[in-house]
């Protein structure tokens, strides 16, 4: 494979985390400015235990630069027609079930709905790119989004600058673009067939999308894939490489886990709710400025333990289904089985009894912050 950029080698820093000692740790969260080796040290397993101060230091770093705010975000399945040969997706182009797309006045219909439950930022997904649903319609769709949200990004299929120019065009503020692994053995045996095989072009998707003029882009590691403090590693990694050069813009990073789902794939090297609060707390360390997002694919336990711990942004009532916001269709197969299920009113009053305040937030105009109460 070529084209792989020097930094995605984390074997040595792998290493040295496994070597890391307290000591290690304690020079970490001392640091005025954490980077690679300080990560290092808090990814290991001497930092383990001594995740209380991991953990303090993170909320200290979280209430600075973002308050004792949540911000709220809320997905819209568009389409499940998919042309990729993901193992871990329940969208895969080999699973058996009802396919379908949702139309202009069924997206505006959605659309109005979480509208009215208060949400201002909207993420739009598809599957990888398919006649049904490819470029035009994606436009479309955020077209319609664009007259009811102060925010819109998508998590679709890789484009081309050229098309990403239009999609900003169009009322597009961002997009989430995960990585998946960045492991690229793992990456395609997981990957059995589609465009989203392109190792490379995925990686560089993200800097596609800054250049044409995207303010925002979200990335992230499918967490069970592949190890992951490599992962974690090579995640902040790209991130510094991306701000180097589009430094202007706006990131985020997210931590999904594999969740159940049709194919019944189960992942290789499972991440604990343990590592995953110790992943969250390091990178919040080393990544102060930066939203870091916890969507729902996390149960409602250890989502409000973690809120403002680290955690800056998160999704909820979320659907997995198109047109899921519908009551009858929610028992229709999703990508994955969300695991809080709560609606927004509940977990509000949840964040709200732990002296947090729920956003809805618009990143375009800073200095127009939403709130609910």
């Known amino acids: ?58 909320l200290n770093l979280t209430r600075r630069h973002f308050g004792r705010t949540i911000a709220l975000y ?13 193992v871990y ?5 080999d699973r058996r079930h ?30 990888e790119r398919t006649p049904q649903a490819d470029f035009n319609y994606l436009r479309s769709a955020i077209v319609i989004a664009a007259e009811k949200f102060q925010m819109v990004t998508v998590e679709a299929f890789p484009m081309t600058v050229e098309e990403y120019k239009e999609l900003a ?38 800097a596609r999308a800054l250049s044409a003029g995207m303010r ?25 490489e991306l701000r180097r050069e589009y430094w202007q813009g706006g990131f985020s990073v997210s931590f999904p886990r594999v969740r159940p789902q049709a194919g019944g794939f189960t992942p290789a090297n499972p991440v604990s709710d343990s590592f995953l609060a110790q992943m969250i707390f390091a990178l919040r360390i080393c990544l102060p400025e930066i939203h ?17 711990i680290g955690i800056s942004k998160m999704s909820i009532a979320s659907r997995t ?10 028992a229709e197969p999703g990508q994955f089985d969300v695991a809080d299920t709560r609606k927004l009113e509940s977990f509000r009053k949840v964040l709200k009894a732990k002296g947090l305040q729920t956003v809805f937030k618009n990143w375009d105009s800073v200095y127009g912050i939403i709130t609910k109460e």
């Open 1 to 58: 494979m070529c084209n792989i950029p020097e930094w995605l080698n984390p074997g040595p820093w792998v290493k040295m985390s496994r070597r890391a000692t307290s000591k290690d740790v304690l020079n970490a969260l001392a640091a005025d400015s954490p980077g690679l080796n300080e990560l290092i040290a808090l990814l290991s397993p001497a930092a383990s235990a001594l995740i209380e101060p991991l953990a303090q230091k993170a």
């Open 169 to 206: 065009e169009a009322g597009c503020s961002g997009i989430t673009i995960y990585q998946e692994t960045y492991d690229p053995e793992i990456y395609d045996k997981t990957h059995r067939w589609g465009p989203k095989k392109d190792f490379i072009n995925r990686l560089e998707t993200p």
């Open 292 to 308: 870091l997002t916890l969507s729902t694919r996390e149960s409602p336990k250890f989502r409000d333990g973690i809120a403002g």
């Open 216 to 240: 925002f882009a979200g990335l992230g590691a499918l967490l069970g894939l592949a190890d992951p403090v490599a992962e974690a590693i090579c995640l902040f990694q790209h991130i510094n």
């Open 98 to 127: 009802p396919r379908k797309r949702l139309e202009p006045g069924m997206i505006a219909s959605e659309m109005k709905a979480l509208r009215k439950m208060g949400f201002e930022e909207i993420l739009l997904l598809t599957g």
């Open 74 to 86: 809320i997905p819209l399945y568009l389409s499940n027609y998919c042309s990729g040969g993901c």
């Open 89 to 93: 997706c329940g969208f895969a182009a």
């Open 321 to 330: 289904t198109v047109g899921g916001y519908h009551a009858d269709h929610h």
